[in-house]
Nanobody, 123 residues
Framework: QVQLVESGGGLVQAGGSLRLSCTAS????????MTWYRQAPGKPREWVAS???????NYADSVKGRFTISRDDAKKKVDLQMNSLKPEDTAGYYC?????????????????WGQGKQITDSA
């Protein structure tokens, strides 16, 4: 059984920094793309950043230059470093990891979600 556990988050002043982490546990073949999403109250969930298995990182325009996604496959972990935070960054942040599992004599891909961590402007 694969599980994702998020840590970090909390209250932060505008201009401050926070770091989110997401760690996978369980048995699987490999990790594919690792992604962070966020959802503000009353708004749909939006994509924030992704890191592919080839270490290519992509960012939403709204966070480019301020957020950095990094992964450590040996630790089964993906982080999101958030700098120069703005009030509009207030949201619940969710990690999503695409994982390959050897099942029924072949590799299958599944998406798993973390439980979510809240980032709130302290103003």
């Amino acid at each position: 059984q694969v599980q994702l556990v998020e840590s970090g988050g909390g209250l932060v002043q505008a201009g401050g920094s926070l770091r989110l982490s997401c760690t996978a546990s369980g048995s699987f073949f490999s990790i594919n793309t690792m992604t962070w999403y966020r959802q503000a109250p009353g708004k749909p969930r939006e994509w924030v950043a992704s890191s592919t298995s080839g270490r290519s990182a992509n960012y939403a325009d709204s966070v480019k230059g301020r957020f950095t996604i990094s992964r450590d496959d040996a630790k089964k972990k993906v982080d999101l470093q958030m700098n120069s935070l703005k009030p509009e960054d207030t949201a619940g942040y969710y990690c999503n990891v695409n994982i390959r599992i050897f099942e029924d004599c072949r590799l299958k891909e599944y998406d798993y979600w973390g439980q979510g961590k809240q980032i709130t402007d302290s103003a």
